[in-house]
């Protein structure tokens, strides 16, 4: 057990003008993971931090946080890692609401924008075809399967909203995670919903304002590697285009 | 206040809530779909699930196995009507979810794959890799997206039911971005919020599993049923608890004692030759019998043993378990490629929950619940592996529809007594936040409660322990009402949700030990050492517990039996 000093960022809006730091010593155990040291601050010497976590074993993407500078899933990352004093604040390039919690509207919106669903051109009854016969489901292949897998691995943790520099500088850009969802489903075999969201991705602030700093892929917990899904969107996009000039809406998927 | 109107109103975003708001929205394109969660719908803990979803998909296989194995799982405890829909609907339901995009691993010929699991005679569980929750969830969450007549109350955190005239029309919620209170109305509520781990100290489940949805019906007078069945899953990272899938035992993983013996195949555990896919109360109980017999492993955590996946190779393990590797790797520092992951039986899943029928309703007109919230009971005393992710599928789904066509028949609601009750909750919470006065700290009864249910409900349980249980839980229950409070501001006060989520935990554990207390046999996961057997003559009944201002009130409802017939349980 090593006592680290523990730097929280602290902002109650009914209080504070502007964010304010409050160090902690904390007694930590070898072993713990950043969060844990958040929790034992909370249940033992302060209460009044205010900050979102649930699963602790990074799958529900809620602990994001900044720590020492650097965005990062705080259930996953080793305490011991760093040295005896921490920073922890928001996650950089959102909104706070308060102390360590920032606001998702934004975010929210943007991931709705890409519609992240199954779109088929024709309802189930009259494209029953595409179905296997009795058991309703669509058949995919392995490497129909692995084309999309990697992208639909987002947890949704934001982190690559605070590490990307064109999100920093265009609050509005769609960021890294919504064009990744995007393109995971542009890329799912069992979808047909291209044109949409490759008109999306041609209009303002989306796969063209990005500006290949990688960051969003270097900082990603879950290996998803949201670079490529932009780059890929990008290129699909102006296919779709292209195609779009010598046949009205594309042709098929 | 706000108040806004809405046909019905669903309490929970995960599985279960998400499945019951596409339900109605894609059915009543006109209907206005309340969805309340107190976090974002992608964080609810459906997200953990690893292993897979059941339901019958091969050749080899049938509804009357699929049901068999479930009722057998049991120990005779599921009702069977509910069991048959189940088994009928599952297929159903999981071809929806891949027809919603769900990533499904796939068979050669392009088919889902299935694997084996616990309990089950044949492979009928449906996998992504090892993260089917986190697909399953994001497949439903992204899909509820298309339908703008769903509206979402993201991080609102409901604290009472609004019941008028005996039914249930509505709920108070505290928008906990404000600190607000604001009554959502609807003709029918439906709760899908999950199950209470959290009210044991080391569980798989995330710090949001507070039994809410149990209390809110509780404190409005519905029964929980059956709420003494706790499922220890059998392999949890000692420490943390979190979850090693079973689909580790069912891709061909071995149990291991310190002297490297595949216990369940070396000493009779009543698992026959199913050995490692054996159900999981059974398992549980080999492992604290070989820990108890000095053949377990210590660490800093407690005892163990070891899950040794080693044999299957890399490539296996990287192409099926993927999941399984990063928290190995992350949380114990181990590799299963080369060396085996110390695990112990760590709270899962409670098969009790909101006592409902078939169709999700509650005995309270308008209330309806779903998923691990609810007990229908299709787990009884034990629940198989794979089978909750479908329940929450198809009994989401159905309580949307009986909720639907029960709103629709509802008569007008009474806006101005269904406000006043806001108000009233309002201010009991407004009361609750900042109270400097109280005596007692957060932490430091949560921290009994986890002491006291651990000693009292574990894997094996005793009538004296179990007692003194009883008796522990209802002293937090008084002083869990003298909560001293620090954090004064209305803004994200997430001292103030915490201590209303122990309010609910304190009210869901003592239930649980209550009802554990009176059930003197030993069925499924409710294993006593002082009435070692199950006994079908006297308590073949669910334990049926109501609100009483002196403790929960315990009664009896008959199982549905009528297509299997009760056996002796052993594989």
């Known amino acids: 057990m090593a006592d680290k000093t523990i730097v929280i960022t602290r902002f109650d809006p009914d209080k504070d003008e502007a964010p304010r730091k409050q160090e902690y010593t904390v007694p930590c155990e070898p072993n713990w993971k950043v969060l844990d040291a958040v929790n034992f601050i909370k249940d033992e010497l302060d209460a009044t931090i205010s900050y979102r976590w649930s699963c602790r074993m990074a799958v529900c993407g809620s602990c994001g946080m900044m720590v020492n500078g650097e965005p990062k899933l705080t259930c996953k990352t080793t305490l011991s890692d760093y040295g005896d004093r921490v920073d922890i604040e928001p996650l950089a390039n959102f909104p706070i609401v308060r102390d360590l919690v920032v606001e998702l509207d934004g975010f929210m919106h943007k991931f709705e924008s890409v519609k992240p669903w199954i779109m088929r051109a024709k309802e189930k009854a009259e494209d029953k075809a595409a179905y296997h016969e009795t058991k309703g489901t669509f058949s995919q292949s392995a490497e129909e399967l692995g084309n999309f897998k990697q992208f639909s691995m987002c947890i949704n943790c934001m982190l690559c909203y605070s590490a990307c520099p064109v999100v920093a500088n265009e609050p509005d850009f769609l960021g890294p995670a919504a064009i990744a969802l995007g393109h995971r489903y542009n890329t799912d075999s069992r979808d047909q919903g291209n044109d949409e969201r490759n008109e999306i991705f041609r209009g303002e602030g989306t796969v063209f304002s990005c500006s290949y700093a990688n960051e969003c892929s270097e900082v990603c917990p879950k290996n998803v590697d949201p670079a490529a899904a932009i780059n890929q969107a990008k290129f699909g996009a102006v296919i779709d285009w292209a195609k779009g000039l010598v046949i009205p809406r594309g042709g098929s998927n | ?571």
């Open chain 2, 1 to 571: 206040m706000d108040v806004s109107r809405h046909d019905i109103v669903i309490v929970g975003g995960g599985g279960a809530g998400l499945r019951a708001a596409i339900e109605a929205a894609e059915n009543h394109p006109t209907a206005s779909i309340a969805l309340v969660s107190k976090v974002y719908p992608m964080r609810s803990h459906t997200v953990s699930a690893e292993g897979g979803a059941a339901a019958v998909a091969r050749e080899d296989d049938n509804l009357e196995l699929h049901g068999f194995d479930t009722v057998k799982g049991s120990d005779f405890l599921g009702d069977q009507d509910a069991i048959k829909y189940f088994v009928e609907e599952a297929p159903k339901e999981l071809a929806l979810l891949e027809n919603w995009g769900c990533p499904f691993s796939r068979n050669e010929d392009g088919s889902v794959a299935t694997r084996a699991f616990g309990g089950m005679t044949t492979k009928r569980t449906w996998y992504a890799t090892d993260k089917i929750g986190f697909h399953m969830l994001h497949a439903l969450f992204q899909q509820s997206m298309r339908y703008k007549n769903i509206v979402r109350y993201d991080e609102y955190f409901v604290s009472k039911l609004l019941v008028d005239g005996g039914k249930c029309q509505g709920v108070a919620a505290l928008d906990i971005r404000t600190g607000d209170y604001s009554a959502i109305l609807g003709k029918a509520v439906i709760l899908t919020t999950g199950g209470g781990g959290k009210i044991f100290p080391f569980t798989t489940n995330g710090t949001i599993k507070t039994g809410d949805g149990m209390a809110l019906a509780y404190r409005a007078g519905v029964p929980l049923k059956d709420m003494e069945f706790v499922q220890y899953h059998p392999t949890g990272l000692p420490g943390t608890g979190i979850l090693i899938t079973e689909a580790t035992r069912g891709e061909g993983g071995y149990l291991r004692n310190s002297k490297g013996e595949r216990f369940l195949v070396d000493y009779d555990y009543g698992v026959g030759n199913k050995a490692e896919l054996g159900p999981r109360d059974m398992i549980s109980r080999a492992i604290v019998q070989e820990i108890e017999a000095g053949r377990g492993l210590s660490g800093p955590y407690g005892d163990y043993v070891h899950l040794d996946l080693t044999h299957l190779g890399e490539e296996t393990i990287n192409a099926k378990l993927p999941f399984v590797r990063e928290l190995a790797k992350t949380y114990v520092g181990v590799d299963p490629v080369t060396d085996p992951i110390p695990v112990r039986p760590v709270v899962h899943y409670m098969m009790g929950g909101v006592d409902t029928d078939i169709d999700g309703a509650t005995e309270m007109p308008g209330l309806y619940a779903a998923g691990e919230t609810a007990c229908v009971s299709i787990n009884g005393a034990n629940r198989l592996g794979s089978n909750s992710l479908t329940e929450c599928l198809v009994f989401g789904a159905a309580a949307a529809r009986h909720a639907m066509k029960y709103a629709e028949g509802a008569g007008d609601i009474n806006e101005t007594a269904l406000r006043a009750q806001v108000e009233e909750e309002a201010t009991r919470v407004d009361h609750l936040r900042g109270r400097k006065k109280g005596g007692e700290k957060i932490s430091q009864i949560r921290r009994e409660l986890n002491s006291a249910m651990e000693d009292a409900c574990g894997v094996y349980r005793e009538q004296t322990t179990m007692q003194a249980g009883v008796i522990a839980v209802a002293q937090l229950r008084g002083r869990v009402a003298d909560l001293r409070l620090e954090d004064e501001s209305k803004v994200f006060n997430t001292e103030l949700i915490t201590a209303l989520e122990l309010q609910n935990m304190v009210e869901v554990a003592e239930v649980l030990a209550v009802s554990a207390a009176h059930r003197k046999e030993s069925r499924g996961a409710h294993t006593c050492k002082d009435f070692t057997t199950r006994d079908d003559t006297n308590y073949l009944y669910h334990t049926m517990a109501r609100h009483n201002a002196a403790g929960p009130q315990l009664g009896k409802k008959d199982v549905v039996l009528g297509h299997w017939v009760p056996e002796e349980r052993k594989y």
